[in-house]
């Protein structure tokens, strides 16, 4: 009887949507009271000649999921009959979805928007003066970056059109005294599968049911792009296209209210900032938070208006750069996350009774507009807080000990150049160098390396990018260690002398030009390995058909009158034995030493100088990959999305993405690489365990990611051991559920207003007193702290790596930073040539671990290669291309496609007896 009643009711509120809808079609005249009667109550006056949404679209906001390109031309038509709203295109998605921003204000302003824009870009200079207080803010509303969280990108619309028709007095005010963006969709892709996803499964009327399939959408779900991507934590890391085209429109302006609109759990309320102090950077200064507390009040008073609740100064990280919401804090902008109950479609129970799609859109209309009202109220103060920010960075730098880092590595050029791009597309000050320089016994080359002043107006950002912070909070649902830096794996080196030489500063991005050093030859070409781009030009090569080999040991060649050193994994390209003609592979090197940006050297001689010949049994052949990827349901969609997007997007491999389900009916044979992210493989039978047994000791190469390891450990796969306490499920066995108030909404991948226990998270005193008794008996407020610092959510860790072993190829250092994010612990193995990686004894650098979990960590396995039968299995602990911006270890990933087959173990080696 109660199912009964909630159906009935949901379909009342559907029924009233419709009855709007068709208010819409068939009475114009009061169409516009219609379309405002839910979602605008106060709003009085509108211009008839406006289109709403509804009107626009066919149908009632909340009824149905927009998808994105009605969204963009419901945007362009406003933009056509409105003078207040003008529409750019700023990019597109890897699906080829437009990307748009509209700028919405007067049209006094909007004639004069460059001139506005120059005025308040002083602001973020130190050395002008603040700007008048008649300036317009500069306000910034960004809808719907996780695909997903659906609701915002349909108050995008209602908040276009309020602003592009309301004439009451207050909007007028705010049109002269803002300049505002809304980009509707940060998402255009992930929009997409979402909306056609609910719009799929949809009833009419309405499913209230939780468990209706419209509710539970199937993996991977609309929250990210394209590649599987959470664009929300790519704000620093600039990876996807994505981010890369709204950053560059961020810093067109640096607005001084940016916010991000977002949904949580269905059993929520309604969350907007300030958050609690212990998840605040500790570089950031006090007073812009203090300033989100201010603009707080505007929206605690429009939420009561209409009867929302809403919870503030709990849960959400708030200290690195990496959101939507907190990267502009760092330029000065006062950002904030908002984030309503999802609906899941467009209507279902919660604990807060039923709720719909369209009211969540409501609340987020409604703290969009209370944003444009304290912003306008409060500019003269957001003002002073852009100013101060960027004068305050200033005296933070001066106060460092590190007045400047050098980077650069002329055995990496084009790694160097893309942390150089990632630095000028953040809009910090680089400089060449001067001329030579050795730092911390580092050697750096003039034209190849570049100096960063830490004394510069973007000193936030660049302590972010190269600096290593300590937290001492337990409760981040995120990764704790973003120094981009370490995750690059580039030489760098901090100064900390108050004088520092520096040459002229770079502002666009130098090229380089791969060729062939000394022409056609008629023996062999040959490339160092130790460029990122080398493993580019390898599979290009191997694509075409061309043998290529790769030297297991160093050698020296004599080239123009000089010696010149090839390391372990260098490149070897015999004229002879191929299947093209030795001027057509002289112009193939050629082509493909240019489009991957290296230099091919041409010998005559296969006599080396020092070291092993071109002849010898250490050069061998590399195959080329044929791989397959776990993929579907059961597979941590984000790792599986890195993999595919380095493979695509890096390589150009067509990686065969492989549904979990297809793999006992699939033929292995096809494939000479295997690919399991982390995930749940339980599903799998034991026949289906077997074949891949079978398919590794037939050749095969068999390559595990974090509980992916644990697994193939549990399941025989190979001889190795997990750590006795380690604690993950790796037979697919679901952990157990978290206990603290950082747990995860399933969809939505963020924390939740209430506890798993049913109790909403507040923060205990840090004077309370934690009860404890014999048998570990602990206060109920303590589970928060307590169950949060048994995760490891993202730290960064040193471990010490084998340069010599073939995953190791390239690689220059034994130094190898790595970012934890999970349980899963490896023992060493008791081969003694087969860990690859070894975390060092003291390997805890940057972020937030646990003394626990440090001890764990600390001379465990970080990567093991393992021999079975004529296959090798390579088990990494971690997540190798973790976010697709570690590329220090995704080097790594890499090799282990290329060479793992190669590995010999503890068996005769290149003819070489073992010795004891």
């Known amino acids: 009887m109660a199912t009964e009643t909630k159906t009935i009711d949901a379909k009342n509120i559907f029924m009233k949507l419709r009855n709007i809808f068709t208010l819409l079609l068939f009475l114009p005249v009061v169409s516009a009271l219609a379309q405002t009667s839910y979602f605008f109550p106060k709003a009085a006056s509108f211009d008839a000649s406006i289109p709403s949404p509804g009107k626009f679209l066919g149908y009632a906001i909340g009824t149905h999921y927009t998808r994105h390109e009605q969204i963009v031309a419901y945007f362009r038509e406003l933009a056509r009959v409105s003078n207040r709203i003008h529409v750019q295109t700023i990019g597109k998605t890897y699906e080829e979805r437009e990307q ?41 509303l960004g809808y719907n970056v996780h695909g997903n969280e659906s609701s915002s990108a349909e108050v995008s619309m209602l908040t276009a059109w309020y602003l592009a028709a ?45 468990l209706d399939k419209e509710h539970q959408e199937q993996w991977p779900g609309g929250r990210t792009n394209h590649y599987f991507a959470d664009l929300n934590r790519d704000w620093l890391n600039l990876v996807h296209i994505e981010s890369r085209n709204r950053v560059q429109f961020f810093h067109q302006w640096y607005p001084n209210v940016q916010i991000d609109f977002h949904e949580q759990g269905s059993n929520a309320t309604y969350y907007f900032e300030p958050t609690p102090k212990r998840h605040e950077s500790p570089i950031v200064p006090q007073f812009l938070y203090d300033e989100n507390a201010v603009l707080a009040t505007y929206h605690a008073k429009a939420l009561d208006e209409i009867g929302s609740l809403y919870f503030t100064k709990e849960n959400y990280d708030n200290l690195s750069p990496i959101y939507g919401s907190t990267y502009p804090k760092f330029y000065g902008s006062v950002a904030a996350t908002f984030e309503e109950a999802s609906s899941r479609g467009l209507v279902t129970e919660s604990t807060n009774g039923l709720l719909t799609f369209a009211f969540s859109i409501r609340n987020h209309v409604t703290t969009s507009l209370s944003t444009i009202r304290g912003s306008v109220a409060e500019k003269a103060n957001l003002f002073k807080v852009q100013k101060n920010l960027f004068k305050q960075a200033l005296e933070q730098a001066r106060a460092s000990k590190t007045k400047a880092y050098v980077f650069g590595d002329s055995r990496d050029e084009n790694l160097t150049l893309t942390f150089l791009n990632l630095l000028l597309q953040h809009h910090i000050q680089v400089y060449e160098l001067e001329g030579n320089t050795t730092q911390e016994d580092k050697k750096f080359e003039k034209g190849k390396s570049y100096i960063v002043p830490a004394e510069q107006p973007n000193y936030l950002i660049v302590h972010s990018l190269f600096e290593e912070n300590i937290l001492k909070d337990s409760i981040y649902y995120d990764n704790t260690g973003w120094s981009v830096i370490h995750a690059y794996g580039l030489q760098y080196a901090a100064i900390n002398t108050p004088t520092f030489a520096k040459g002229k500063q770079v502002t666009s991005l130098p090229s380089i030009n791969g060729d062939v050093l000394g022409g056609q030859s008629s023996l062999a070409y040959i490339t160092a390995y130790t460029d990122f781009n080398a493993t580019k030009a390898l599979y290009a090569l191997l694509q075409k058909g061309i043998l290529v080999k790769t030297a297991f040991r160093p050698f020296t060649i004599n080239h123009n009158n000089s010696k010149k050193t090839f390391g372990n994994g260098s490149l070897i390209i015999p004229v002879a034995g191929q299947p093209i003609a030795a001027d057509s592979l002289y112009r193939l090197v050629k082509a493909i030493a240019a489009n991957a940006n290296i230099t091919f050297t041409a010998v005559s001689t296969g006599f080396s100088a020092e070291g092993i010949d071109l002849g010898s049994s250490n050069i061998k052949a590399i195959r080329k990959p044929e791989v397959a990827l776990a993929f579907g349901q059961g597979v941590t969609s984000s ?34 690489t295997l690919i399991l992210p982390g995930g749940n493989y339980s599903a799998w039978n034991k026949a289906t365990v077997d074949k891949i047994k079978d398919w590794v000791a037939e050749g095969g190469v068999l390559i595990t990611l974090q509980n992916a390891s644990a697994w193939a450990i549990q399941n025989d796969l190979v001889k190795e051991k997990l750590l006795d306490d380690d604690k993950d499920k790796p037979e697919g066995k679901p952990a157990a559920p978290l206990t603290t108030a950082t747990a995860t909404d399933n969809r939505a991948g963020r924390p939740v207003q209430q506890t798993s226990f049913g109790q909403s998270a507040t923060e205990r005193p840090e004077s309370e007193p934690v009860s404890k008794s014999r048998n570990s008996r602990l206060d109920y407020d303590a589970q928060q702290d307590v169950e949060g610092a048994k995760r490891i959510n993202g730290a960064i860790f040193t471990a010490d790596l084998d340069t010599t072993h073939p995953i190791a190829f390239g690689v220059t250092t034994r130094k190898l930073f790595i970012n934890k994010n999970s349980n899963t612990f490896l023992q060493s193995s008791a081969n003694k040539y087969a860990t690859v990686a070894l975390y060092d ?76």
Do not use: M
């Open 841 to 916: 004894s003291k390997p805890f650098v940057n972020g937030y671990a646990s003394k626990e979990n440090i001890k764990k960590v600390s001379s465990s396995a970080a990567i093991l290669l393992s021999n079975s039968g004529n296959g090798q299995v390579v088990l990494f602990a971690d997540d190798p291309t973790y976010r697709s911006y570690w590329l220090g270890t995704t080097r790594l990933f890499l090799n282990s496609i290329f060479f793992a087959n190669l590995v010999s173990g503890g068996r005769n080696f290149a003819g070489e007896s073992e010795h004891e």
């Open 166 to 210: 309301n004439n009451d007095p207050e909007t007028q005010q705010w049109l002269k005294e803002a300049v505002i963006f809304i980009d509707p969709s940060l998402n255009p892709d992930g929009r997409d599968r979402a909306a056609n996803w609910y719009n799929s499964y949809s009833s009419f009327p309405p499913i209230a049911d939780p």
């Open 639 to 672: 790792e599986a999305g890195q993999i595919w997007f380095l493979l695509n997007q890096h390589l150009g491999l067509p990686v065969v993405k492989l549904d979990l389900q297809n793999f006992e009916r699939a033929s292995l044979k096809r494939y000479n």
């Open 100 to 140: 748009i921003i509209a700028t919405i204000t007067a049209p006094a302003n909007y004639n004069r928007l460059e001139e506005i824009r120059q005025e308040h870009l002083t602001l973020v200079d130190p050395s002008k003066p603040i700007i008048d207080n008649k300036a317009p803010v500069i306000i910034h």
